[in-house]
Every structure is written in C-alpha cells, then in structure tokens.
C-alpha cells in the first residue's frame, strides 16, 4: 500500500473549513471527490490541521494510502488540478515510508495573520486580511510577543470549550513584518489549540491600541481564563503557511 503526501494550497472564503462536514462544502470534501475520481474508490484523506470557515492556506499537508492510483506520483498535481475547484491546487507530490502521517507525524506547524492598516479598505485584501483603519502600536505589538515564546500553558487562547488533554504548548518563534500597509505576525509551534493563533492576535491587536499592557497579558497568561483575554479576530486574515517533518 503506498501512502502518499501532498502539499494544498486553498483559498477557504467559500468553504466551511478543511474537515469534512455532512451537507456542507469543504476543503477535504473537494479533495477526497477528486481522489475518488482518480483511485476508483472512495479514500479518506488526513490533514496536518483542521482550518476553520474562511481560513486559507499556502502549505496544507495532506496524506492517504491507496495501491488504486495509476497516475505516476509526480503527475499529480496536475491529475488533481484538473478535478478541483480553482480555489484549491495541489503543488507538491511524493510518496513516503509507510509510517508518515501527515497530522501526527509534524514537528512544528507555521499559521500567519495578516493585517491592513489604512485609512481605506482594500478592495484585493478584504478577503484575506483583517482591516484596521487605526495605526497599531507595532513596538509593543513586537515586545510583547516574547511573552509566548517557550513552552507554556496555553488555556487562556483557547476557544471555549475545547476538549483538548492538555493546553500546554510551545512556541519555537513569532515573527513580526510591519512594513507597508500589509503587516503580518506568524507562529511557529509544536502544535496549537482551537482558534488560538486568532486568540493571541486579537490580544496583540489590543496591546497595539493600548487597551492591554504587557504586564496585563502576561497575567492573561498566568490565569489561563479565556474570558479574560481579547476577542478572536476575523478568519480572513488567517493563514496555515507551512508544516515541518523530520
């Protein structure tokens, strides 16, 4: 049984998120319709994170074992390509050992946020980034990032009600680009909890507008209450850019 690993790119504006869903139009929804047309029988596929309701992606890892493909393994991209909505590409193709999977066996997974920062929105941007017609403070943005940086215990950025083991998680980097009027913040983790990147963000967003200081979110932090930290922000903005293996 070969297993094979796909790299997915995905505009997500249209879709109920990447995770399957009964009645709904979604990312793994559309790739497993294209696999079944090319296999001859029905595969479930496995992703390396679960994207939520307009969220995109640029490196979406995907993996499935089938002996049905007759397809030569770099052909496709293009044999999937064909099938699928323009909104999704499949960009990179390999067959791998038999223990890879593409959710478990990740090291670390990069998610970025995108925001605008004008007096007007941009019409080419309002599908992909988070307008702000108020200019952020983008120093403190930038110092108080390295309170997450490490492993920590990340309950206070999780979405409520999530059912995890544990929500303890480590951050290797962040990463802020504040140049032009597209500024950016990515994360790099070992793992991250149910809408935490757009949780964090939404509280540097506030730090950036002065309504939080450094010493109030590092007591966010240390509560581990998600009522207290700052709203999640739109999943626009949002964007699964890449996954490390070993």
Same mark, same amino acid.
Request: aromatic share 12%; proline share 2%; net charge neutral.
């Given at each position: 049984?070969?297993?094979?690993?796909?790299?997915?790119?995905?505009? %997500?504006?249209d879709?109920?998120?990447?995770?399957?869903?009964?009645l709904e139009?979604?990312?793994q929804?559309?790739l497993?319709?294209?696999?079944?047309?090319?296999?001859?029988?029905?595969?479930r596929?496995?992703?390396?994170?679960?994207?939520?309701?307009?969220?995109?992606?640029?490196?979406?890892?995907?993996?499935?074992?089938?002996?049905?493909?007759?397809v030569?393994?770099?052909?496709l991209?293009?044999?999937?390509?064909s099938?699928?909505?323009?909104?999704?590409?499949?960009i990179?193709?390999?067959?791998?050992p038999?223990?890879?999977?593409?959710r478990?066996?990740?090291?670390?997974?990069?998610y970025?946020?995108?925001?605008?920062?004008?007096?007007?929105?941009?019409?080419?941007y309002?599908?992909y980034?988070? #307008?702000?017609?108020t200019?952020?403070? #983008?120093?403190?943005?930038?110092?108080?990032?390295?309170?997450?940086?490490?492993?920590k215990d990340?309950?206070?950025?999780a979405?409520?009600g999530s059912?995890v083991?544990?929500?303890?998680?480590?951050?290797?980097?962040?990463?802020v680009?504040?140049e032009?009027?597209?500024k950016?913040?990515?994360?790099?983790a070992?793992?991250?909890?149910?809408?935490?990147v757009?949780?964090?963000?939404?509280?540097?967003?506030?730090?950036?507008? %002065?309504?939080?200081s450094l010493?109030?979110?590092?007591?966010?932090?240390?509560s581990?209450d998600?009522?207290?930290?700052?709203?999640?922000?739109?999943?626009?903005g949002?964007?699964f850019e890449s996954?490390?293996?070993?």
């Amino acid at each position: 049984m070969k297993n094979y690993r796909l790299v997915v790119q995905y505009d %997500g504006t249209d879709y109920a998120g990447f995770q399957i869903q009964p009645l709904e139009r979604t990312i793994q929804g559309e790739l497993e319709k294209a696999l079944a047309t090319l296999a001859s029988e029905k595969i479930r596929i496995a992703g390396a994170g679960r994207t939520d309701s307009g969220v995109h992606s640029e490196g979406q890892t995907i993996s499935f074992r089938t002996e049905k493909l007759t397809v030569p393994v770099e052909r496709l991209p293009y044999a999937f390509n064909s099938l699928l909505p323009k909104d999704i590409r499949v960009i990179e193709s390999e067959i791998m050992p038999s223990d890879f999977h593409a959710r478990y066996s990740a090291l670390e997974k990069t998610y970025r946020y995108q925001i605008y920062e004008s007096e007007f929105e941009n019409v080419f941007y309002r599908r992909y980034a988070y #307008w702000t017609r108020t200019a952020l403070d #983008w120093e403190a943005i930038k110092s108080c990032t390295k309170l997450f940086i490490g492993t920590k215990d990340y309950a206070s950025f999780a979405a409520s009600g999530s059912s995890v083991k544990t929500t303890v998680r480590t951050i290797s980097k962040v990463e802020v680009h504040n140049e032009g009027f597209l500024k950016t913040i990515s994360f790099t983790a070992d793992g991250f909890l149910y809408n935490m990147v757009r949780n964090l963000v939404g509280t540097l967003v506030d730090v950036g507008l %002065g309504r939080l200081s450094l010493q109030q979110v590092d007591a966010i932090m240390e509560s581990r209450d998600r009522r207290l930290a700052s709203a999640t922000m739109a999943p626009q903005g949002l964007f699964f850019e890449s996954v490390k293996y070993s």
